[in-house]
C-alpha cells in the first residue's frame, strides 16, 4: 500500500497524529477515493475486526466524512489541504493553553529561583558610564523608580528627563529624593511630570537608582581619581536593603 507513497511522506502523516493502520486507511481512502469498510480494509491491509474502529477515529480526528443514505456506508477521505489545515489550528490551540499554563504555574517558580541564585554585583567608573547604566536600567522599569540625585549634576538630569517623561506615560511610580541646595540650583524649569513626588532634605551623601525593587545602582560620589564610582547588582536582596534606606530617608525628608 505504501509502495508508491515516500516512506517520509508516510512517516509525515503519522507524526501529524494518526496511528501506523489510521494512515494506511487514510491513503488508501486518498489514492482510491470512497470505499465501503470492507473494500478499505482489504486495499490497506488493516484487519477486518479493526477496520470500523479505525475509520471511527479517523472521522472523530476530522480525517474522513461518511456518505449518509448508502447502503452499505461509504467513507471518504478529506482533502490533505484541509486536514492540514485543521491539525495546525489544533496544534495551535494546544501550544497556546500549554503556553497559558506554564506561564501561570511554572514561570513563577523558575523567576523565584533565578532570583534568589543571580548575585551580580558590577562597579561602574565615570559619570558617563554611570549614566548610560541608568539608561539601561530606566528601560527596563515596569512598575516603580526610586532616585536619589545627590550625586548628577543639572546637565546630566536634563539628559534623562525624557526618559522619566516617558514612564509617566506608562504609569511608572517616580520617587525622586534630593538635598535641598541641588533642588533651588537644579530642579527648576523641569516639567512637574519628571516624578510623583520629589522630596528633599539639608544634606544627601552619595546617590542612587532603585528599580521594582530588582535592581540597584548606588553612586558612591568620586573617587581619589576624581571619578564617581557606581554598584550596581540585580540582587534581590541588595535592592530591598537599598530601598528600605531610601525609604528611611525619604520619610525625614521635607515634600517640594
Known sequence: MTSTLSEKSFRA???MGLTDYEAKVYV????????????ASISSEVPYSRIYDVLQR????????????????????KAPSEVVSVVKIEYANKLKNCERLLMEELQPYYEQQSSL???DVWIIRGSKNILAKVYD??????ETVFLSIAAITGNELALIEPSFKRLNNLGVKVYILTSKSFAKTHLKGFSKNLA??????EQLYGGGLIIDGQEVLIVLGEEGGGHPLGIWSDHVGLANYAKEYFEYLWEGSEKL
Open 13 to 15: 502523516i503519522k507524526e
Open 196 to 201: 510623583n513626588e520629589i522630596r528633599a532634605r
Open 117 to 119: 541564585e543571580r548575585q
Open 28 to 39: 488508501t481512502l486518498v489514492k482510491n477515493g470512497p470505499m465501503t469498510a470492507n473494500s
Open 137 to 142: 536600567m530606566l528601560e527596563r522599569v515596569r
Open 58 to 77: 479517523l472521522e472523530q480526528k476530522g480525517w474522513i466524512e461518511i456518505r449518509t443514505g448508502e447502503r452499505p456506508k461509504y467513507y471518504k477521505a
